[in-house]
């Protein structure tokens, strides 16, 4: 099973501020990995996939990079909506898996 | 508009049965795969189980095989999860999701809101 860890745990970080998160594969899942953002009481929304390509309508501030087993969110300026817990997701080989997420806080 | 709305969930004891069902409208049902993805709160999302839009391939993850079923109903545009000797590491909430492409075991573009699984004496 492929294990995928996200760092840090928790950012904080100041409305209009860049934020960084990071994710980290056990393997090389070449650039098959998707994030997605989960606010408090909600299901996840797909963000990210391929790893850079943004999902409908997910605003230009959000970007992904990185190929094989490190990869990179960044959200180039943080609007009060995108505090929440990302996620991501692997899908390179079954079984699927996620990372245990980054939780964007403000500061 | 797309829309996933899962039913089912509830409290149950070790060792009993419970059938989710994930009722999908606003795309061609036959087209996607579809998964059902648990998340216990706080923790990062489990993939669980995925079938394909012809219903004739199925997966499931080593921690639910042979107590889970999946299965979909096109005259009804719904999905199942049929779950079986539950136990207390069942307990999650259980989202239904539809594969963003025309294949298998790729990422979600939709997910439903959820229904809540309780494993508990």
């Known amino acids: 099973e492929i294990v995928m860890t996200q760092s840090p745990a928790t950012l904080s970080v100041s409305p209009g501020e860049r934020a960084t998160l990071s994710c980290r594969a056990s393997?090389?899942?070449?650039?098959?990995l998707a994030w997605y953002q989960q606010r408090p009481g909600q299901a996840p929304r797909l963000l990210i996939y391929g790893p850079s390509t943004r999902a409908t309508g997910i605003p230009a501030r959000f970007s992904g990079s990185g190929s094989g087993t490190e990869f990179t969110l960044t959200i180039s300026s943080l609007q009060s909506e995108d505090f929440a817990v990302y996620y991501c997701q692997q899908y390179h080989d079954w079984p699927l898996t996620f990372g245990g997420g980054t939780k964007v806080e403000i500061k | 508009e797309v829309q996933l709305l899962e039913s089912g969930g509830d409290l149950v004891q070790p060792g009993g049965s419970l059938r989710l069902s994930c009722a999908a409208s606003g795309f061609t049902f036959s087209n996607h795969a579809m998964y059902w993805v648990r998340q216990v709160p706080g923790k990062g999302p489990e993939w669980v189980s995925v079938i394909s839009g012809s219903g004739d391939n199925t997966y499931y993850a080593d921690s639910v095989k042979g107590r889970f079923t999946i299965s979909r109903d096109k005259s009804k545009n719904t999905l199942y999860l049929q779950m079986n000797n539950l136990r207390v590491e069942d307990t999650a909430v259980y989202y239904c999701?539809?594969?963003?492409?025309?294949?298998?075991?790729?990422?979600?573009?939709?997910w439903g809101q959820g229904t809540r699984v309780t494993v508990s004496s």
């Open positions: 999701a539809k594969d963003a492409t025309l294949g298998i075991g790729y990422y979600f573009d939709y």
């Open positions: 393997q090389s899942v070449s650039g098959n």
